[in-house]
């Protein structure tokens, strides 16, 4: 390999969740974890917002929700929304996950599986992303439905949720309302949703009306700003990639970072790199290395930082997004999963 690695700071992550925590409450503030908790890797992120006293967890799938089960033990609650096989429903099942409900058909054969166990269920409105989720004009036949498998005890409606685009205010507010109409309907079904939930990262920092009872944070709590937005207060990127230098040329120094680590080759040329010597551009991605202008006093070993939180005048990963027309969750998920993952437990003081 080419010898980077990925250095995340989990001082810096307990202290953005500190921050968001704060933020939230009284609501309460779910970690999401899918694509290996954002390529930080799952299980010491898990345990490490776990001990910062997070108790809900978005796992996306069933093999990553049994896999949080095994980080946190009891205790946690975990939310999986993605659709499963019946053999992951089982699974899932057996590891007390919540399962996200966003379709009529899948409802049905939860509670095939189920078997008298009461399995706990949030019920997803389609508030307009339409992506996946109940349909407004299904969603009264949907709720009626959930009610009489409550009552056979084979679901418990824990919640309503949906997901909104976190891009204008406006289409949120739209998405807001239909999902307070959701909430009403499940009621007067007879259903009592206790845990009702909408906001991502964006909505759930900066709008305490999207909040309600849960806010599923993301991007945020790994530092990862919104693309075309400033980053909230107190909350700072908590990985970076690190290259070695393996060879010094006078107009060129290469490092070991390139393509194969998921570094997109669109990016040579546009940005510069932290390095010892302060900021220096980055000239060409190849496939397992790169290069770099000099720095004086530049040696073979040093470390440049091509994104992080910007202790060496590195970008962030929404900075380099932004260059390349994609948001920074993209950037960081795109890193290979076998450069490795070196973790700092250092606390940090931070907010909150
Ligand atoms: C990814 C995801 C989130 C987190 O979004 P961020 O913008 O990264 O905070 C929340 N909810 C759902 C359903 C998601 O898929």
Not at 43 to 61: N, P, T, Y
Not at 168 to 192: H, K, N, P, T
């Amino acid at each position: 390999m080419s010898g980077a690695r990925l250095s995340v700071d989990l001082g810096r992550f307990r202290a953005n969740l500190r921050e968001l925590r704060r933020r939230a409450a009284p609501a309460e503030a779910m970690l999401v974890v899918k694509c290996d908790a954002y390529g930080h890797g799952l299980d010491r992120i898990v345990a490490a917002a776990a001990a910062e006293g997070v108790r809900w967890f978005g796992a996306f799938d069933s093999a990553t929700a049994v896999r949080v089960r095994k980080v946190t033990g009891d205790g946690a609650r975990i939310f999986a929304w993605v659709t499963m096989t019946d053999d992951e429903l089982t699974r899932a099942a057996q590891a007390s996950v919540t399962l996200g409900v966003g379709d009529a058909g899948y409802l049905e054969r939860i509670a095939a599986v189920s078997r008298g166990r009461a399995l706990p269920v949030h019920l997803k409105i389609d508030t307009g992303l339409h992506r996946s989720g109940i349909r407004p004009e299904a969603w009264g036949a949907f709720v009626q439905r959930a009610a009489e498998l409550e009552a056979a005890g084979e679901i418990r409606v824990d919640g309503v949720w949906s997901h909104i685009a976190e891009v204008s205010d406006r289409d949120d507010d739209i998405a807001r309302a239909a999902f307070l109409d959701a909430v009403s309907i499940a009621e007067a079904a007879g259903l009592r949703p206790t845990v009702r939930h909408l906001a991502a990262s964006a909505a759930g920092a900066a709008r305490p009306e999207f909040r309600f009872d849960l806010v599923r944070f993301g991007a945020f709590a790994y530092g990862i700003r919104s693309a075309g937005a400033p980053s909230p207060d107190g909350v700072v990127p908590t990985a970076t990639l690190l290259a070695p230098v393996i060879e010094i040329g006078e107009r060129a120094v290469t490092v070991g970072v390139g393509t194969l680590d998921g570094l997109p080759a669109t990016l040579a040329g546009c940005f510069d790199v932290g390095t010892p010597g302060g900021p220096r551009r980055l000239l060409r991605i190849d496939r397992v290395t790169s290069t770099v202008r000099p720095w004086p006093g530049v040696a073979v070993g040093d470390e440049v930082a091509v994104w992080g939180p910007g202790a060496l005048g590195e970008p962030s990963p929404t900075d380099l997004a932004e260059t390349i027309g994609t948001v920074g969750e993209e950037v960081m998920v795109r890193l290979s999963p076998l450069v490795p993952r070196e973790y700092r437990v250092r606390r940090h003081p931070g907010r909150g």
